[in-house]
């Protein structure tokens, strides 16, 4: 509770930028922070393609392939093909 009254008061001043004219209530300073980090949030996963250990976790989290861009930096090498 302390952590989150100290959050939303954080974002106060960006919230406020967004819409001066609003009363922002704990729960509207709140979602605006969910927000601003669903928008801003970026995940970078770097994993070797060489061996099973990949292939296993593709299969263990299908939305690795579903729901990511995936850039490749180098060509696969063909035992991991």
Known sequence: P???AALCE???PGAQQVDPDCEWTPAQLFS????RC???LHI??????IGSAFRNRLRM?????NCCTIDWF???PN???
């Open 2 to 4: 302390d952590e989150k």
């Open 10 to 12: 954080a974002v106060r």
């Open 32 to 35: 605006f922070f969910n927000r």
């Open 38 to 40: 669903r928008e801003n």
């Open 44 to 49: 970078i996963l770097c994993m070797s393609p």
């Open 61 to 65: 989290f299908p939305s690795l392939i």
């Open 74 to 76: 180098q060509p696969w």
């Open 79 to 81: 035992d991991a093909l």
